[in-house]
């Protein structure tokens, strides 16, 4: 690829490197959890969003000007779009934290937030290999990996929700918060699935 050539691909990447970090920090924040400090990691978590959003930008700008692109500029546009959501909501799940007030760690919030984690570093590995899509013998093995985890989270979530209202009766402002907070943490993962669905499906329709 030519140097001045811009690498969708690359760019789609980065993307998932975002929302990566975001969910590094997150198991980070969680770990080592302190009211106190908290808004200073939203703002640091939201600095990250905006480079993200750059990036989506930086994309959208491209494929509106381009006229040749590797893939469909649909399938380019739904792609970085359903990127940006991942960096969205893991953004959104410390922004929950605050919002809520939150004092205390609900442990299975940790088991949660390492999913997250994982599933968007499987998410990277995959896009690292999207651009070899027509030949790859391995992308199919990595999407899976990304569906597994998405069905690990669900789990998680099931239980941990009942858990809360079974266990914390008494704490209604408690079961408010977290119930809140692991929605988002659910569309984190379930946002890493439908990026792997969108790659499954470019790879079909261009094979």
């Given at each position: 690829?030519?140097?001045?050539?811009?690498?969708?691909?690359?760019?789609?990447?980065?993307?998932?490197?975002?929302?990566?970090?975001?969910?590094?920090?997150?198991?980070?924040?969680?770990?080592?959890?302190?009211?106190?400090?908290?808004?200073?990691?939203?703002?640091?978590?939201?600095?990250?969003?905006?480079?993200?959003?750059?990036?989506?930008?930086?994309?959208?700008?491209?494929?509106?000007?381009?006229?040749?692109?590797?893939?469909?500029?649909?399938?380019?546009?739904?792609?970085?779009?359903?990127?940006?959501?991942?960096?969205?909501?893991?953004?959104?799940?410390?922004?929950?934290?605050y919002m809520?007030?939150?004092?205390?760690?609900?442990?299975?919030?940790?088991?949660?937030?390492?999913?997250?984690?994982?599933?968007?570093?499987?998410?990277?590995?995959?896009?690292?290999?999207?651009?070899?899509?027509?030949?790859?013998?391995?992308?199919?093995?990595?999407?899976?990996?990304?569906?597994?985890?998405?069905?690990?989270?669900?789990?998680?979530?099931?239980?941990?929700?009942?858990?809360?209202?079974?266990?914390?009766?008494?704490s209604p402002?408690?079961?408010?918060?977290?119930?809140?907070?692991?929605?988002?943490?659910?569309?984190?993962?379930?946002?890493?699935?439908?990026?792997?669905?969108?790659?499954?499906?470019?790879?079909?329709?261009?094979?």
């Amino acid at each position: 690829m030519a140097k001045d050539k811009f690498d969708y691909f690359d760019a789609m990447m980065n993307q998932g490197k975002f929302a990566l970090q975001e969910a590094q920090m997150l198991t980070m924040i969680l770990n080592d959890f302190d009211p106190n400090t908290l808004p200073q990691q939203v703002e640091a978590m939201h600095e990250i969003e905006n480079a993200a959003d750059k990036q989506n930008h930086e994309i959208f700008t491209h494929i509106a000007t381009e006229f040749l692109t590797p893939i469909d500029r649909e399938d380019i546009a739904e792609t970085a779009q359903r990127l940006d959501d991942i960096v969205d909501y893991v953004e959104d799940v410390a922004q929950q934290l605050y919002m809520y007030d939150i004092q205390e760690v609900y442990p299975p919030a940790i088991d949660m937030a390492k999913i997250i984690e994982r599933s968007t570093a499987a998410l990277v590995k995959a896009l690292d290999e999207f651009r070899n899509f027509k030949k790859s013998k391995t992308l199919s093995s990595m999407i899976i990996e990304v569906n597994n985890l998405e069905e690990e989270a669900d789990q998680i979530y099931s239980q941990s929700v009942r858990n809360l209202y079974k266990n914390y009766v008494e704490s209604p402002v408690f079961i408010m918060g977290w119930g809140n907070v692991f929605l988002r943490m659910e569309r984190c993962v379930d946002s890493c699935e439908n990026v792997t669905d969108m790659m499954a499906t470019i790879a079909l329709k261009n094979s």
